[in-house]
DNA sequence: CGATTCTTTGAAAACAGTCAATCTGTGTGG
DNA sequence: CCACACAGATTGACTGTTTTCAAAGAATCG
């Protein structure tokens, strides 16, 4: 599993192998079965996640009990509450896998070890921070002035490893739609041949 | 104007007068009229913006000509177009002073220079762009997860120095409903007696 | 195989968008 | 000071989209 994180974050450079051994050696590994939790509700999130492989999910449950998905986290991926993480305060989101899977935790302490001793590592989570913030800027320009329609295709094309690798209802839920008006879509989308 | 500036960042902790000075010397002061633009679509962004005084807006134009507000910088915020300004690639956003105002600029070159000489700018700024993307991943819940009602009284209670500020139809374009169904659901409070 | 989960479909109701007209308030120029 | 233009807000009627509810069909898991 180490090999796997190992090769993902060499990938994005900068790091010599005693940094990258430095980061391994205070990472737990933990297996994770389908339908398993990482962070519950309530909870205050003590780790910073990498998915090494399978699939997490981040989500929210409404008043009303049903769900509303926030983020998908497949293999070679971060996934965190980031706001209980780094404000120690009780988490409003759940994590759950999708499936199987394999993941790699950090505790907040550790990684505030590792990104003062290990420059890249810093330049590198300040990197995928910013990427983070225009990725979010952009999904809530998609939520606010694209038709449902749009939407889907949006989807499609940003995560095309996704789209049928989760079930469409979760799919609605990311997208804020019901899953029926999701059904629909994609019916006329197969009836025009526009086939995904 | 360079005192409003101060004033904020000095209550933001961690400088000495000095520090404060140089962060003010490459800054460049610039007053704006309503309706002016600071960033044009295509155009590459080369500044983050300090608002002193006034109201920015940041939106996109849609394909079929009308605009949607991605976010509103009244005085004491920030505002630019993160990822051109990092990427230096064309901007797909625009931003327009609603008021006249008054801002401060400072480049790219000058503000990484900042953020590699003084460390509480640094830290300042890495607490700065988390607690965006908390409040990024928050207003995704509300657009993927509230009634239209829901997220105009969320909006008022985010913003309650906003609200009554801008112009209604431009609160509708920021939450990705029409003009006309916000004023409608305004209406219906005002005659629940839940006037705002 | 049975149980569960997921997807689809139909019909009705709720909701939101569009278009067009009117109303309000503000500021400008005469 | 008034008349006018302009930007913004509201309203009604209509249309189109989405949700909801209920049921049934398909796929998958154990």
């Known amino acids: 599993m180490l090999e796997i994180f190992r090769a993902y974050i060499s990938a994005q450079g900068g790091f010599n192998n005693e940094e990258l051994d430095r980061i391994c050696s205070v990472a737990t590994q933990r297996k994770l079965r389908r339908k398993q939790l990482v962070l519950l509700e309530g909870e205050i999130c003590r780790h910073k996640i990498f998915v090494a492989q399978g699939l997490l999910k981040n989500y929210r449950v409404r008043d009303d009990g049903t769900e509303s998905i926030l983020r998908f986290a497949p293999e070679n991926t971060w996934t965190t509450d980031h706001e209980s993480l780094t404000k120690q305060i009780p988490s409003r989101n759940n994590i759950e896998a999708l499936e199987d899977s394999q993941v790699l935790l950090w505790t907040i302490d550790d990684l505030n070890d590792l990104l003062d001793a290990i420059p890249a590592f810093k330049a590198y989570t300040d990197r995928f921070i910013t990427n983070a ?23 499609v094309s940003s995560f095309p490893d996704l789209f049928n690798r989760v079930p469409l209802h979760m799919v609605a839920s990311y997208l804020g739609v019901s899953r029926e008006t999701l059904s629909r879509i994609r019916q006329s989308r197969v009836k025009q041949n526009k086939i995904v």
């Open 133 to 155: 913030l225009d990725a979010s800027y952009q999904r809530i320009h998609v939520n606010i002035s694209y038709t449902s329609e749009e939407k889907y295709d949006d989807f």
